[in-house]
């Protein structure tokens, strides 16, 4: 489990100036082995750059590169504009961008230092995420311009505190019986445990601000006819539709980099939300396309010869210990606390979700 140290600090009382090192301690102190100890691995300078020009140059090969000069301030030691070979497109003249200059060295250990290419001869880098070690995408570079904050950033502003790159994420061992701590909030009582510090449960607090069951609820029903070893698989699952979402809004920058540093991969909005839960509070959520549904939650076991094809386009074949979650107990949507079937899941169009929260 990795435990970013800022976000450890949400749930429990931190001293200034704590350590990821002084955390580990106090963990390895209540059992929990430290594996590693994790920081943004990028050195810099990384700072923020204003594209001044870019021009497009068509290269013998059919492909097409950008020969681009920057704006990063008094960080290259000059102040005058810096000339960069760029191959993406998504990106234009006026915009901010993330440039690592020479000297600065990207995840990996992949050292930067001006050369000749193309042509030119390129100072530095302009960052893609994918890049930064910070996300998966490899078709651009990260632009600044659209952030929140956009307007008070300058070039050759540091961007490593910026991106979070100087935060640090303590990995530790969770043994069978510590289940509750693949959560933060689980991690963050054993910190409480060891030093003493104030805990306030996340959890509870939520819970004074749900709103009550009501009766127009999705209606749900648990029909375990083959409990195994007497105890029902499913004892309690909510559901709540949540509706008008829009599944194309990005994630919040400070959503998906919490994710990354906990290990998991940004997908989309709806699926964010659901494994930042997940993570936050220790309770798993899966999300099923409302307008898929056409009758109630029923939670039951496998019957000979049934399959569901998975979120990862595998089609199983289910055996009859497998507990499943089903449209009316006959259209099977997911496997139960594991994986989500094709046909219900959210996509492009969806508009309506609704969210299972259940004890399996």
Not at 74 to 88: H, L, M, R, S
Not at 322 to 343: F, K, N, P, S, Y
Request: aromatic share 4%; net charge negative; hydrophobic share 40%.
């Amino acid at each position: 489990m990795r435990v970013p140290v800022d976000w450890l600090g949400e749930h429990v009382t931190l001293p200034d100036g704590v350590s990821g090192l002084d955390v580990a301690a106090a963990l390895v102190q209540v059992g929990l082995e430290e594996e590693g100890l994790h920081t943004g691995d990028v050195t810099g300078p990384l700072v923020v750059g204003r594209v001044l020009t870019r021009e497009p140059e068509e290269q013998k090969n059919g492909k097409t590169i950008n020969w681009c000069t920057v704006d990063v301030g008094d960080a290259n030691g000059t102040g005058e504009p810096q000339g960069i070979v760029c191959g993406a497109h998504n990106f234009d003249a006026g915009d901010l961008v993330v440039v690592i200059l020479p000297g600065g060295v990207l995840p990996g250990g992949f050292e930067i230092s001006a050369r000749k290419t193309y042509g030119h001869v390129s100072a530095g880098m302009i960052c893609s995420v994918a890049e930064l070690g910070i996300g998966e995408d490899h078709d651009g570079i990260l632009v600044l311009t659209d952030r929140p904050d956009a307007s008070s950033l300058q070039p050759g502003q540091d961007a490593i505190p910026l991106l979070g790159l100087d935060r640090e994420t303590v990995e530790i061992n969770v043994t069978p019986d510590r289940g509750y701590c693949f959560a933060v909030r689980g991690v963050a009582r054993e910190y409480a445990h060891s030093t003493g510090a104030p805990f306030v449960d996340p959890a509870l607090a939520l819970a004074e601000r749900a709103p009550a069951a009501g009766a127009g609820g999705y209606p749900v029903e648990l029909r375990d006819d083959s409990p195994v070893r007497g105890r029902p698989g499913c004892d309690r699952y909510v559901a709540r539709v949540v509706r008008g979402i829009d599944v194309s809004a990005p994630t919040p920058d400070w959503m998906a980099t919490r994710l990354t540093e906990a290990g998991m991969r940004p997908i989309s909005l709806p699926v964010d939300v659901t494994n930042y839960v997940m993570l936050d509070l220790g309770q798993p959520l899966h999300a099923f396309d409302v307008a898929t549904l056409d009758g109630p939650v029923v939670v039951r076991r496998a019957r000979d010869g049934e399959r569901l094809t998975t979120l990862d386009d595998v089609e199983r074949a289910l055996s009859p210990q497998d507990l499943l979650v089903t449209e009316g107990g006959e259209r099977v949507l997911a496997i139960a606390g594991v994986m989500g079937g094709q046909d219900s899941e959210v996509g492009p169009s969806t508009t309506d979700v609704l969210l299972e929260a259940a004890h399996f």
